[in-house]
Each structure stands twice: as C-alpha cells, then as structure tokens.
T-cell receptor, first 114, second 111 residues
C-alpha cells in the first residue's frame, strides 16, 4: 500500500492565485482530514470528511474548500491565495473517527504565497 | 483534550533503548494515550496507542501506569533514523476529530 499520497510536494503561489492540493489514500479509509502546520507550531484541522459526499469544517476552514466524490480522494482547494496561507499542508486518513483508530498522514505539501 | 507534559529534549545513544516520559495527570477513564513522531520536514507518523494496558508493536512499546497519570514510550534499539520530535497526545471520546499536537520531545540519537 502506498498509504496517503499528496501532490504537489512544493508550490509557490502569487497572492490571489488559486490551486488544488491533491490527496489520495489506498487503505479504504472512510475518514479523511486536512491539517496545516505553520513553522514551529502544531497542526490545525482545516476540514474533514466522514465518507464520500460528506465534509465538514475544522478549526480553520476560512479560505479553503474541499470535496469528497470518492472514498480515495480528498482534494483541498485554495481560492484567492493570501500570505497567511503559507504553510505545510498535511492530509490524513483513518478507518473510523473513533479515538481508538489512528490517523495516518501523507508527506505534506509545502506552500508559499508571495 | 487532557493536557500532556513532556520534556523538551533528550539525547540517546544509538543501539540503546530510548525511554520517553509523558505526564497526563488529568486523563479520564475513556481517554486514549497516543504517540506520534515527526521527522524533520515529514508528515507525522503514528507509533502506538493504548487505553489501560501496556502495548507493543514493531516500532515501540507503551507502558501506562496503573493510575494512568503517566506513560512511557520505549524505543528498544534507537537508530539515527529515530531522531525526531515525539508527541504524546491524549484523545477523548467526542466528536472532536482533530489531533492536538503539543510541543513534544525532540529526541536526538547520537552515534
């Protein structure tokens, strides 16, 4: 299994541009998550999904959108990029949302907005 | 989530066991103890978790005290590739799906 994969690894955006961060998992997990990690800080949950067609906001959803059309894919869309969105973005998945199930993370996408 | 306390840093000799402590004195009965690590510039990696009993897997062992107020992660034979920030997280049963990473312990394995 490849686990959780993310593309691209790095990206530089100009202010106001848009982009989609891709996330795919091959573990048939129902739950998927997007986090961001600012330098020297912990992870903050942006959005999550409990299954195909169902998404919900996390702690810091403003400026982002998500969709979940399949079990495997959970893309994160940035509209009108701002410097405050410079961060490392991690996608994660888990079999269940119950706390007895662990979350597995992808390698991250490093985004710089200038 | 219950608060956890970890030492900010520790060194370990390659090939020796690394014992990482974590205090979670306010933990409640149905909260799990999780350990993750983050190697520089990589995504967090799940290590192990437990509720009451000690747990062991291919990566590590987790020892939870009987009163559940503290735990120890044991890396049995540390290698240079184990150098990372290790996070102890307590997760409660709720609709809150996020993992709350604190400052963690920076572990440096030295040859």
């Amino acid at each position: 299994n490849a686990g959780v994969t993310q593309t691209p690894k790095f990206r530089i955006l100009k202010i106001g541009q848009s982009m989609t961060l891709q996330c795919t998992q091959d573990m048939n997990h129902n739950y998927m998550y997007w986090y961001r990690q600012d330098p020297g800080m912990g992870l903050k949950l942006i959005y999550y999904s409990v299954g195909a067609g169902i998404t919900d906001k996390g702690e810091v959803p403003n400026g982002y959108n998500v969709s979940r059309s399949t079990t495997e894919d959970f893309p994160l869309r940035l509209e009108l990029a701002a410097p405050s969105q410079t961060s490392v973005y991690f996608c994660a998945s888990s079999y269940s949302g119950d706390v007895s199930y662990e979350q597995y993370f992808g390698p991250g996408t490093r985004l710089t907005v200038t | 989530d219950a608060k956890t306390t970890q030492p900010p840093s520790m060194d370990c000799a390659e090939g020796r066991a690394a014992n990482l402590p974590c205090n979670h004195s306010t933990i409640s009965g149905n909260e799990y103890v999780y350990w993750y690590r983050q190697i520089h510039s990589q995504g967090p990696q799940y290590i192990i978790h437990g509720l009451k009993n000690n747990e062991t897997n291919e990566m590590a062992s987790l020892i939870i005290t009987e009163d559940r107020k503290s735990s120890t992660l044991i890396l049995p034979h540390a290698t240079l590739r184990d150098t990372a920030v290790y996070y102890c997280i307590v997760r409660e049963r709720s609709n809150d799906y996020k993992l709350s990473f604190g400052a963690g312990t920076t572990v440096t394995v030295r040859a």
